[in-house]
Every structure is written in C-alpha cells, then in structure tokens.
C-alpha cells in the first residue's frame, strides 16, 4: 500500500509539471496582487530561488536606467529611504531609484522574500515583483503571478490541512476563479486588481503542494455560472451545521443558488458541533435592551428553550440570528438553548454564517467519491461548470 501511495503521489507531481509546462505553450493571463498588504514594510531581502531573473531599475517616466542579470546566490536588499529606494546586491550598493522590478525569464521561475518584520517568516512567490513606494517611506509591493500559480495559492493558503483530495482542490481552485472573475477590479483605482488578504482572498506565497497545484491546473479556466450563464459569487464556510442557510436569511438578498437546504455531509465533522454558556442575567439583559419584555414567563420561556432542530431560523423573538452571533461571537447562528443553573446554555452546530459550501461537506462527498462538479451543483442550486476563455474574461 505504502508502495503504491509515492507511485501515485509521483504520477500527480508528473501531471503537475506537465499543466505547469504546458501552460507556458499559451500566452498565460497574469494578475497584480498586492502582498504584505496589511503591513508596513521598510526593508525586504530577496533571492532568485529558482529560474532565471532581471532586476530592472527604474527613475522618472518609467526610464529603465540599469538592468542587471541575477544569479541564484545573490542576495538583493530594498530599502525604504528619503522618498526613494535604495538597491544592494551581495552588500554592494547599486544606487536609488523610484521603481524595481524583478522579472522572471523564461519558464518557471519563483523568488524568496524576507522582510524588516520578524513576524513574518520568509516566503516564496512565483513569476515578478514590481517595488514602489507608498507615503514616501513604505514599500509597496506587487506580485505580478500567472493566474493559475495565484489560484494554487490561495487554494494552499486557505485550505491546506484539511484533506489531500485532490478533486476538492480542484472545487476550491474553481470558487477561488470565480471570485477574480467577479472581483478582479476591486481594487484598479490603487494600480492593483487584488490584494493578499481576507478583503480579497488569503495569499501567502507560491504553493508547495502537489494535490493542491494539480487542483488548480486541472480547473484551468472553469468556473460557475447560474442557470443564465452569470458567473456567481460562491460563498463558502467551514461547517453548516445539517442546514446550510438561505443568502436573505443572512444578509437581506435573495439568490437562486443560495438556497438553504439538508447537508447530511457537514453532520460529525470537526466543526460540526460546539457549545457556549452565558450568564442568564446578561442573555435577558440582552434582549430587554432590544425593546422586548422578558419579564413575561411565555416570553421569558421561549428565551431559555429556543430550538433550531428541525431547521434553521431567522430570528429570536423578532432579534436576527445573525445579530446575536456577532454580539455574542457566536460560531454560528444555528444553535438551540435552554437554562442551564445561573446560565444559559447554547448548543450549536456549524461553523460560519451557512450560505453556500460547507468546505467539510464538500471534503466528505469527494472522499466518498463524488466528482468535484456534483459537490458544486449540490451546494449552489441550479449552478454548472462551464469552460471560459480567462483571457477574454480579464479584458
């Protein structure tokens, strides 16, 4: 069995570096996400890890004044200073200039970045950096990456751990297509399309993992329309609980595939259950506080046994659901209570606000082998895979 486990595994790296290499064939769409995005960073170091790289240096109107050829053992640092950047190759200084850019030559090609914040260990990125400045004294730092290779990465960085499935991956890499789809200028007023956090989507670098970089090759320019062919928002959460939620339900807005429904698949994961206890004079505080008189005992009665079990609801006493979880950070708005001594005790299932896919329903039905397209028409209602041009899409 363990003989035929790296045989696989070493069939799945083949195939990886055959869509990797393959893609090269085409003229591959690139996207500019902007990394480090929710920190100030000063100085960073970088090293060409792999491939073949050009340091561009650049001063006003874009004039390319100094282009030099790296090896894989230089070390390039960049520094913030005096409303310019300041370049050094292995401790030699090379000067200041208003903009950098390191750019891959060739095939595949990823680079190392380590930065002045000690919090933040060194990451590998794939393709080109573009370096400016931001306030004068802040960096500003673009990942200019083949679609594809951000589509892995982010796929690494918000699921990896959870399963080695690969047709979950390639599920996960479509939702993550979509969202560029429907999102890619959400920020072209800043020069950038994306940026590397849960604004847009967690990006953390180039991934490392052959399940997840298949996934994403083999979804190549898949994504999810509606029963009219519009790409939709595929929202996604980590347990639903049994029922996932209706979109109005949570935010006021109806949509055809995101209909809430039976999830037996999200019932027994790691999420699936969980339980909070507040003290039962701050619960009716609560709802007193909401204009509602808890001194009534028919009231009073129906605040300490509320009851989801045969189905998700909206509100308690009129109070949404979704505002109780936020207030009282709650995992999810799917949960039953009832009086527990001095407390109230709150039995919930879920994890997440419900609309759309159960990320560890969707891992259960691909490991009990249904195809990743049955997982997405299960979970968004009336939705299909279909093929696109990216390019085109991008214009």
Not at 337 to 355: F, I, M, Q
Request: charged fraction near 30%; include cysteine; glycine fraction near 8%.
């Amino acid at each position: 069995m363990r003989k035929n486990n790296k045989i696989h595994l070493f069939t799945q790296l083949l195939l990886v570096f055959f869509f990797v290499f393959s893609s090269f064939g085409l003229k591959a769409q690139k996207i500019d996400v902007r990394i480090f995005s929710t920190n100030k960073i000063k100085e960073i170091s970088l090293v060409p890890s792999f491939g073949n790289y050009v340091l561009q240096l650049k001063k006003g109107n874009n004039k390319i004044e100094k282009e030099i050829e790296l090896n894989r053992k230089d070390i390039i640092k960049i520094q913030a200073k005096n409303n310019n950047i300041g370049i050094s190759i292995n401790d030699s200084l090379i000067g200041d200039y208003e903009k950098v850019e390191l750019l891959s030559q060739g095939l595949m090609n990823f680079f190392k970045i380590s930065t002045d914040n000690s919090d933040i260990k060194p990451r590998h990125y794939d393709d080109n950096l573009i370096i400016t400045l931001k306030n004068g004294n802040e960096l500003f730092l673009i990942n200019n990456v083949e679609l594809e290779s951000y589509i892995s990465g982010v796929v690494q960085a918000e699921t990896w751990g959870a399963t080695k499935n690969v047709d979950f991956f390639k599920l996960q890499a479509i939702c993550v297509r979509n969202y560029i789809m429907r999102n890619a200028k959400k920020h072209s007023k800043e020069d950038f399309q994306l940026c590397d956090d849960v604004h847009c989507q967690a990006y953390k670098g180039r991934a490392n993992k052959a399940e997840v970089i298949f996934g994403a090759y083999d979804s190549k320019g898949e994504v999810i329309v509606d029963s009219l062919g519009n790409i939709i928002e595929t929202l996604f959460h980590a347990n639903s609980g049994g029922y996932t939620e209706s979109s109005e339900n949570v935010w006021g807005r109806p949509f055809s595939h995101l209909l809430g429904k039976r999830d037996t698949f999200s019932m027994g994961g790691k999420s699936y259950l969980w339980e909070k206890y507040i003290k039962l004079k701050d619960w009716k505080r609560y709802f007193k506080d909401k204009g509602i008189d808890v001194r009534n005992d028919s009231i009073e009665n129906i605040l300490v046994n509320f009851s989801q079990k045969d189905g998700r609801k909206k509100d308690l006493l009129g109070v949404p659901l979704v505002q109780i979880r936020k207030d009282f950070n709650l995992r999810s708005t799917f949960f039953d209570c009832k009086e527990w001594g001095s407390e109230v005790k709150l039995e919930g299932r879920g994890y997440g606000h419900g609309v759309g896919m159960s990320q560890q329903g969707a891992i259960i039905m691909c490991e009990q082998g249904y195809e990743y397209w049955q997982v997405i028409e299960f979970y968004y209602t009336g939705a299909k895979v279909k093929r696109v041009d990216e390019e085109k899409e991008f214009k």
